[in-house]
């Protein structure tokens, strides 16, 4: 219970930090018999950083149960 609350701090921390994802693909534009051209298609995930704080809490009241049972 102590780790699983502790490793939730640590990933609501970073989703406080870091609120956004980007990542790229590639895209297939043309394709003539051996003439083939691509390119990056970029993504874009984004969260709230509220969704961080959340996580924190829980994880946080996780560390607290599991330090209330010893």
């Given amino acids: 219970m102590k780790s699983t609350g502790i490793v939730l701090l640590i990933l609501g921390l970073v989703l406080t930090l870091f ?20 390119r990056d298609a970029p993504h874009y ?7 961080g704080v959340a996580v924190m809490i829980i994880g946080a009241l996780m560390l607290w149960q599991g330090a209330k049972k010893q």
Avoid: N, Q, R
């Fill in 45 to 51: 995930y984004s969260w709230s950083p509220v969704l």
């Fill in 19 to 38: 609120t956004a994802f980007k990542f790229f693909t590639k895209e297939k534009v043309v394709d003539i018999g051996a003439l083939e051209i691509t």
